[in-house]
């Protein structure tokens, strides 16, 4: 019994060993081909680790954070770029010497930088005197000169502003510039190669063209750099018994066309009158001309002779018929 019972236990083991060597063979074999396989898979094991590079390096970089609504902000500082505004305005100002305001808004205008680019003046009493000028001023003293001007001469009737922002068109404009410049010299350079007289000649036709756009892209640009430059400030200065009319309180409709045809009416009134008051003068220059001559036509009327009618003469004699 002892015998078997070792027989027994010896089997067990040994089967056991041949488990045992069986698994390490698989496992061997596992590793041998893990081993052969990895020099295919050697370039994406390294893309994969590059790959994990640059999002470890990406988790480094700051987030962007987010805003209340769900969107991103993004950390990029962008360059904010200079508006290019035109200012224009207007202002109507009563003053008690209009001649006297003129020359203060001169001044004033003057020290701030600005000029003065039109002038109309109109006399015709020290109480009904009107003038209207138009002034340069730089826009950064812009409001103070409205400020002065509105405060200072007289008072204030009413004032327009309005603004116009030419940043895209001047940036066109610029753009536009660079590109026929550019395309200039180009053609510049081919008319150097141009070997026969035709290609000469439609070369300059081409040249001739892009320089007239080429000079009035650069009158578009030098006229809004002006407008840009300068703001407009239009100034009506009026005496102080002138009236103003507002083109806005003006009634529409049937009594606005009421009122337009008995001013026409008038206005052709006047003129008339002054036509006939300038004609008066003549005709009483001329009356004794005139006199004279329908004188002398009656006078040579009256003595201009009678014809005599001559006397009937006998009928005529019977014909050889009539025999």
């Known amino acids: 019994m002892r015998r078997i019972r070792y027989g027994i236990a010896l089997a067990t083991a040994c089967s056991a060993l041949l488990l045992a060597g069986c698994g390490g063979g698989g496992s061997r074999s596992d590793v041998l081909t893990s081993d052969a396989g990895s020099g295919a898979a050697a370039p994406a094991v390294a893309s994969a680790a590059s790959a994990e590079a640059q999002e470890q390096d ?3 970089q700051p987030r962007p954070e987010r805003q209340d609504s769900g969107g991103l ?11 290019q505004v035109i200012y224009t305005g207007s202002m109507t100002v009563r003053a008690k010497q209009v001649t006297a305001a003129v020359q203060q808004a001169k001044q004033i205008v003057t020290s701030a930088g600005g000029y003065l680019s039109k002038e109309e003046t109109s006399s015709a009493s020290d109480t009904e005197d009107t003038a209207m000028l138009e002034f340069k001023v730089p826009p950064d003293k ?3 000169v409205l400020a002065r001007l509105g405060k200072d001469l007289g008072k204030q009737l009413s004032m327009n502003q309005g603004t116009q922002d030419v940043t895209m068109r001047m940036a066109d404009v610029n753009s ?3 590109s026929a410049q550019q395309s200039l010299d180009s053609l510049r350079t081919l008319l150097k190669k141009a070997d026969t007289i035709g290609q000469v000649l439609q070369v300059e036709r081409e040249i001739s063209t892009r320089e007239a756009d080429l000079e009035s892209l650069q009158a578009q640009q030098k006229e809004l750099a002006t407008q840009v430059a300068m703001a407009t400030l239009t100034l009506r200065l ?7 009319q507002d083109p806005e309180e003006e009634p529409a409709g049937f009594l606005g066309g009421l009122k337009a045809g008995w001013t026409a009416l008038v206005s052709f009134t006047k003129v008339a009158l002054t036509v006939l008051g300038a004609l008066v003068p003549w005709l009483v220059a001329s009356l004794p001309l005139i006199a004279l001559i329908i004188y002398l ?6 003595r201009r002779p009678r014809v005599p009618a001559p006397p009937p003469g006998p009928g005529p004699g019977p014909g050889p018929e009539a025999a």
């Open 58 to 60: 990406a988790s480094k």
């Open 73 to 83: 902000v993004s950390n990029v500082k962008l360059a904010q770029q200079d508006r």
């Open 142 to 144: 812009y409001a103070e």
């Open 176 to 178: 536009r510039l660079k």
């Open 238 to 244: 009026v005496g102080p018994v002138t009236e103003v």
């Open 297 to 302: 036509a009656r006078r040579n009327r009256v």
